[in-house]
């Protein structure tokens, strides 16, 4: 899921590309490594179509690569060798999910609701309310030592570049009460 969204991200605006090229590819690209999964389970040794399901991967990729511009790059750090590291992240757990036997993926299900019941009735409430009092209780120092209120933080915090005279920035002091 969380490479889907990397994918997605990186080629698709919203207002300015189009979803269905880079939804398309998803779709394909997962599909081929359901069909990988399948010929891999099979009792009879069929490796050629093995070899065809893996040139369709590279021939997917190569084609996404080369077709679907990427539209939102980061411009400090990104994942390296993308799409590749994702489409890889993709096929394994695809992979790996359609290895397991029916207990362990009963098991994987019930863990899977465990997790989803403590996200939405703890996760989603607890950053809310720290998102919501985030600025309550907060103190900042400005470099005369005086204390400001949340309200004048932006007035007392010295901005996040350095002075263009090449002498250090100045910092302020946070501290939480």
């Known amino acids: 899921m969380v490479a889907n969204a ?7 605006v919203l207002g300015i590309t189009s ?18 999964t399948v010929f891999w389970q099979l009792p009879y040794e ?3 179509v093995l070899l065809l ?12 690569w080369l077709l679907i511009p990427t539209v939102n790059r980061p411009t400090n750090w990104s994942a390296p060798l993308m ?23 009963q098991r994987f299900g ?14 989603v409430h607890s950053t809310h309310d720290a998102e919501s009092s985030s600025l309550e209780g907060l103190k900042i120092s400005d470099k005369a030592g005086v204390l400001a209120s ?9 901005p996040l570049h350095a002075p263009s005279d090449g002498s250090p920035p100045e910092i ?3 501290s939480v009460v």
């Open 53 to 64: 399901w893996a040139g369709s991967f590279i021939f997917l990729t190569v084609a996404f």
């Open 19 to 36: 979803v269905w090229p880079t939804l398309l590819f998803l779709v394909l690209f997962s599909a081929t490594a359901v069909g990988f």
């Open 46 to 48: 069929l490796w050629w």
């Open 6 to 12: 990397l994918i997605y991200k990186r080629h698709v």
């Open 150 to 158: 949340p309200d004048t933080v932006k007035a007392t915090t010295p």
């Open 110 to 123: 019930l863990w899977t609701l465990a997790a989803l019941a403590f996200y939405i009735l703890y996760g």
């Open 83 to 105: 799409p590749w590291s994702a489409l890889a992240s993709i096929f394994l757990n695809i992979f790996l999910l359609g290895s397991l036997d029916k207990s362990s993926f």
């Open 172 to 174: 302020c002091c946070v």
